[in-house]
């Protein structure tokens, strides 16, 4: 190999080095009350692309995030019940997002059972900020949610609060 392409290979490989992102698998775990409540996630990049194309109405999924309660939670008046979710969002009409459980995990390739997503009581926000590696997390509800525990999803400019337990 040449000097010269050696030098080019370097300086490729820096290039790349320096576009990569680290993305982790994270799990946030809590206990509400007397449910353990857990989020497991990949902190994926915000495509802000792919959201311009959701349609309304879909599921969507980044990465399938994946609740767990022990025992049965409420979610403002509905009633999340012990088991294992996927958790994604649901495009408005108007250009808002819902936050929405799919039971079970969603085999590869599949799409999203409809029947199987329940819609949380949820708010939406695009004033809170970008996060460019998506965030979930459980923690204190700010507005309507103020003094609640809340799961959020921030991902780009998107900010969701579900309320939980
Ligand atoms: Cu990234």
């Known amino acids: 190999m040449t000097r010269i392409a050696s030098f080019t290979l370097a300086a490729l490989a820096v290039a790349a080095l320096a576009f990569a992102h680290p993305h982790f698998n994270k799990t ?12 497991s996630y990949n902190s994926t990049d915000a495509n ?19 609740l767990n309660v022990s025992a049965d939670v409420m979610a403002g008046d ?37 029947g199987k997503v329940m819609k949380l009581d949820s708010r939406y926000s695009d004033q809170m900020g970008t996060a ?4 979930i997390d459980i923690t204190a509800g700010s507005g309507d949610f103020a003094g ?14 579900a309320a939980i337990g």
């Open 48 to 66: 802000m692309e792919r959201v311009a194309a959701v349609e309304a109405g879909t599921f969507v999924s980044p990465r399938g995030p994946r």
């Open 148 to 161: 609640k525990p809340v799961l959020t999803i921030h991902f780009g400019n998107m900010h969701l609060q």
């Open 28 to 39: 946030v775990s809590t206990t509400i009350g007397e449910v353990d409540v857990s989020v």
């Open 132 to 135: 460019d590696h998506m965030l």
């Open 78 to 114: 509905m009633t999340i019940s012990a088991g294992e979710y996927t958790i994604g969002v649901i495009k408005g009409d108007d250009g808002s997002w819902t936050m929405a459980l799919h039971e079970g995990r969603i085999p590869r390739g599949e799409m999203p059972d409809m």
